[in-house]
């Protein structure tokens, strides 16, 4: 048995071919298919087609907006028709490449505190779609601003990943009533079938550079452990990645 602390790196497995997938490398590079291309575009596509559809003139807010699913999803919105996109993401540097980089409107910067008065001013209407990758104090900020008939995809709640006591959750659901809202859940798993179509798009426009990504690499298998905790404190720009040995 191995001893606790001491680390497993393994760098190839032995797959059933039934449990891989050939990726098309014509269309994008390869680490595309790990992000824009992958469970993390499609996760962004399903959340605002399907859990929580953008219809022409929404305004959508977006959490974790300069992650990996974040930084595409404010470019969705846009396509689908949002008339307004606001992001949030910790730091002047992420804020910034929101508006710079990833086509947000407004940006929101929780590291700075009061989410509700950042975003009463990034979203003085309200916000008609909320896709949530972080849940706490992020979905109650959120339904403080929902507008009638809003709808929120609950994708993730990374504030309570690493968390040592239980995180405070929304203390304001009522409002999600009387506004009539929705706030649903989503596994990307369950939408598989949309890969097609979505590959189909995005490929497209990560070809002809109108979809903009990024990626945080690390080098080395040895640094798996850090990049993984270096996602839950915000060390990433877009994918985190982790490069192989035999790929340096
Ligand atoms: N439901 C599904 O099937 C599905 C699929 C894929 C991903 N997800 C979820 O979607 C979310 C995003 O995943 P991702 O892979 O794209 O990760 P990511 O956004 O690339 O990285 C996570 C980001 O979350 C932000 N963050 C961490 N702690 C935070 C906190 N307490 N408050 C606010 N922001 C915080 C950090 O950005 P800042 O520096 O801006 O704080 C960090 O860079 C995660 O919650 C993940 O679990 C769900």
């Given amino acids: 048995m191995q001893p606790l602390g001491e680390h497993v790196h393994a760098e190839r497995a032995a797959l059933d071919a039934g449990a891989a997938t050939v990726v098309d490398t014509s269309i994008a590079p390869p680490t595309a298919h790990l992000g ?5 575009g499609l996760t962004a596509y399903a959340a605002l087609t399907r859990t929580a559809p953008v219809k022409e003139g929404d305004v959508v807010l977006v959490s974790a907006a300069a992650g990996a699913v974040g930084s595409i999803a404010g470019q969705l919105a846009r396509r689908l028709g ?3 996109v606001i992001g949030s993401a910790g730091g002047p540097v992420k804020t910034r490449k ?8 407004a940006a929101v910067d929780h590291r700075r505190g009061d989410l509700p008065c950042q975003l009463a001013e990034a979203a003085p209407e309200g916000v008609d779609v909320y896709l949530d990758a ?11 601003a929902i507008r009638p008939g809003g709808r929120i995809a609950m ?3 990374i504030s309570g990943y690493n968390a040592t006591r239980p995180a405070p959750g929304p203390d304001n659901l009522f409002r999600a009533a009387a506004q009539e809202a929705t706030l649903r ?16 798009k995005a490929a497209g426009w990560l070809a002809d ?4 990504t990024e990626e945080t690499v690390a ?18 720009t877009g994918k985190m990645l982790v490069r192989l040995g035999t790929d340096r």
Avoid: Q
């Fill in 82 to 84: 949002a008339s307004r």
């Fill in 98 to 105: 929101l508006l710079d980089v990833f086509g947000y409107d």
């Fill in 209 to 212: 550079g109108s979809l903009r």
């Fill in 36 to 40: 824009a291309l992958g469970t993390t």
């Fill in 155 to 157: 994708v993730g709640a």
């Fill in 134 to 144: 972080v849940g706490g104090d992020h979905l109650e900020a959120a339904i403080g």
């Fill in 185 to 200: 859940g989503m596994l990307v798993s369950s939408h598989f079938d949309l890969f097609p179509e979505w590959i189909g």
């Fill in 219 to 236: 080098d080395g298998i040895e640094r798996a452990a850090d990049a993984f905790l270096g996602v839950l404190s915000g060390a990433n």
